[in-house]
């Protein structure tokens, strides 16, 4: 199960994610977060609640990154409790962390 919260009256406007970023959710993860990116030109990216990440979840980071940078966008994506998950999918798929990905991965 995945969920998505988009929060635009806040400045940056927030899109908080929870549950499994994983390739079951792609298609509805892919379309919030190129809505809440096309609503804001300031966003971010709150993966705290995120329970488990796959590569096409990290996909879709790197693509959320690459889009809003195309669009001149300001994305910022914060792992929170997410970190740690997100540094093994990174370490898996033998990547670096996105360029708009802040905080420390564990």
Do not use: W
């Not at 809440?36 to 996909?59: E, F, N």
């Not at 792992?79 to 991965?105: H, K, Q």
Request: include cysteine; charge should be negative.
């Amino acid at each position: 199960m995945i969920r998505t919260e988009f929060h635009a009256t806040t400045t940056p406007a927030q899109l908080d994610i929870e549950g499994e970023m994983s390739f079951v959710h792609v298609g509805e993860l892919h379309e919030a977060l190129l809505t809440a990116c096309d609503a804001a030109d300031a966003l971010v990216i709150s993966l705290d609640k995120v329970s488990g990440i796959d590569a096409a979840g990290l996909q879709l980071l790197f693509a959320v990154c690459r889009y809003a940078e195309k669009n001149k966008k300001s994305v910022r994506i914060e792992p929170g409790a997410a970190a740690e998950r997100l540094d093994r999918i990174l370490e898996f798929a033998g990547l670096t962390s996105p360029n708009c990905l802040v905080g420390d991965l564990a």
